[in-house]
């Protein structure tokens, strides 16, 4: 059975591709024409630009297409929109947006106080990686899965963890603590161990642990979350039944296979955050190297007399 019986709202959420796209012209309006409202403001780069545009193509692909309909009907769908959505946004946003608007929102008085504790790489880690893991206890990610409110502020609220967790990795903000050199490299493997262990639940399981994408009554209540309450009424005599009428995967292989997306997402980012932070080592190195050979050839110099 296809998908697309649930209609074109459903499917590519016009509310939603038309909020996103207001928030993001506002935004360009506030880092071009408003500009000059912000303390120290400057032109925005190409390159953050590319960042922001690229981050929000990506939100909408992952929340507002068919693919979000996939990740109600499939467990595997779900946790590459988990993994791309909390592990590749957050650092696009961080580098996308430019720094003297961050330094206009952080040094709010309310809300510095709170990002500095709360970023704090320990904290931050232990939040996300927690949050994380809890939201896909069988019994807690069943009942949030089934309530809109519910779900909208859990999800939300990991979304504002992950990126807490990403803050002190990849900011260039001055005067904010941001990790450098080998205290990155044991920030990154810290986090891949952390979230292992709900990767490894997931993947090692016995039986299909998640009603809402077995079940039948429960994966019809989830599907309400994306899914006009109008709409499915009206499909409710086609036998709809439970999301094995759109995929031949049973449930336990496709719960398997999520798990297994999520550490590979997990394991590409990490592995390109490690990546540059070699080569970032390596051109500081190879830099002082040139400046204390310089410094070297210089004083064996013989000096001219005038």
């Not at 990403?166 to 205290?183: A, D, F, H, I, M």
């Amino acid at each position: 059975m296809s998908i697309s019986i649930f209609g074109f709202q459903a499917l590519w959420s016009p509310y939603f591709f038309i909020s996103l796209t207001v928030l993001t012209v506002l935004f360009f309006l506030a880092a071009t024409k408003w500009r000059h409202k912000f303390h120290d403001s400057r032109p925005i780069t190409r390159k953050e630009t590319a960042l922001v545009l690229t981050a929000v193509v990506i939100i909408y692909i992952i929340k507002g297409s068919p693919l979000d309909v996939w990740g109600h009907i499939l467990f595997s769908v779900h946790m590459i929109q988990m993994g791309i959505f909390y592990l590749l946004i957050p650092p696009l946003l961080i580098a996308g947006v430019p720094n003297y608007m961050w330094n206009t929102l952080l040094n709010l008085p309310v809300i510095k106080p709170i990002f500095s504790f709360f970023t704090k790489p320990l904290i931050a880690l232990i939040l996300f990686n927690g949050a994380f893991s809890f939201y896909h206890i069988p019994l807690i990610f069943d009942t949030i899965k089934v309530d809109m409110l519910l779900h909208s502020v859990v999800t939300g609220t990991i979304f504002v963890f992950s990126f807490l967790m990403w803050w002190p990795l990849v900011n260039t903000l001055e005067g904010e603590y941001k990790l450098s050199g080998v205290k990155k490299i044991g920030y990154i493997f810290a986090d891949g161990i952390l979230l292992t262990p709900a990767c490894a639940l997931i993947i090692f399981a016995n039986n299909p642990m998640y009603d809402t994408f077995f079940n039948g009554g429960a994966w019809l209540e989830a599907m309400a979350l994306c899914v006009p309450a109008a709409t499915l009424q009206s499909l409710s005599g086609l036998g709809i039944t439970g999301p094995e009428l759109f995929t031949n995967l049973q449930p336990l292989e496709d719960q398997q296979v999520g798990g297994v997306i999520m550490k590979i997402i997990q394991e590409i980012i990490y592995g390109v955050i490690l990546a540059q932070v070699f080569f970032e080592w390596y051109r500081k190195e190879r830099s002082e190297e040139d400046a204390l050979n310089a410094s070297l050839y210089a004083a064996r110099e013989p000096k001219t007399l005038s």
